[in-house]
């Protein structure tokens, strides 16, 4: 399963930066994690994940395989993209590709890197890049309505629908706020998806800011944060300059260069994670004497839906699932001790997955 977080933003915020050190992070994971380089401007990079070092330990596994992420970094955005400005086009068709949007804005003062509109203010940044989403997709559903009107008078039940959430969307739009404030019932939700509109997607707001304000944020950061909570997304404080450097050292030196600037870890590790859980993502293991394994599932996710993450046959041919809690596994010092503790449960086609869940899935093919 892939999962993909667009990294957008005006340009001189920060954005490259932040990806470079994504993917410099994931070169440096190469020794012990899978990675590669989709495009120039994709990376696939390895969700920190201190719970599968444990079990790969007791396990006594010979590799240790991480659950994935895809950062994306989309070109800068200008001012009239949505009318095909700078890159606008292509940046748009890129947004529509990935599952969830990480704004970029930027949250320090340098004299040396000039600001598109002259002036620091992180919100009227935010501004500017939502506006030209909303309306690429006020205008993608304009066109669309026509011909949905005319099939629904037909009688089209799937037209009729659609349209029913067309006007939704534009009603929102309209009302100058992005489409994920639209009120979409249960039901409604995969026709929903289908639409592809940008500004329905889940967000989240990373503050770029100096490496004094690290630890703490500063004024600008200050202000996406209260915005945040607002509207009930999450904000993350980083400084992608910091985050550069961290990547290309090794393991005690960058542990000293963290304890000089305050900090308990890497500023990535918070973001890939909170990216991680905006897409409601959970993970469950796998282990033995060749590999440890985390695998991606979503939340609420049934057993036989999370074996067929491993393979399709694995959930078509699904009988049951040993199942042991992460907590018992670490205390009782694996499989073997949580089995003969009454730990290790036999779990049907209803079991609803748990995070840190290890699993052994039965299956006949």
Known sequence: MGFKCGIVGLPNVGKSTLFNALTQTANAQAANY??????????????????????ASI?????????????????????????????????????????????VLRCFDDEDITHVDGKIDPLADLDTV???????????????RPALEKKAKQGDKDSKLTLTLVDKALAVLEDGKPARYADIDKDEEKEWRMLQLLTAKKVMYVCNVDEDSAADGNAYSAKVIEHAKAEGAQAVVISAQIESELALLDGEERAEYLETLGLTEPGLNRLIQAGYNLLGLKTYFTAGPKEARAWTFHEGWTAPQCAGVIHTDFEKGFIRAETTAYDDYVEFGGEQGAKEAGKVRQEGKDYIVKDGDIMLFKFNV
Do not use: H, W
């Open 34 to 55: 899978p990675f590669c380089t989709i495009e120039p401007n994709v990376g696939d990079v390895a969700v920190p994940e201190n719970r599968l070092d444990d079990i």
């Open 130 to 144: 939502q506006t030209e989403l909303m309306l690429a997709d006020m205008e993608s559903l304009e066109k669309r």
């Open 59 to 103: 396990a006594g596994s010979a590799q240790k395989i991480p659950a994935r992420m895809n950062f994306v970094d989309i070109a800068g955005l200008v001012r009239g993209a949505s009318k095909g400005e700078g890159l606008g086009n292509q940046f748009l068709a890129n947004i529509r590709e990935t599952d969830a949007v990480l704004y």
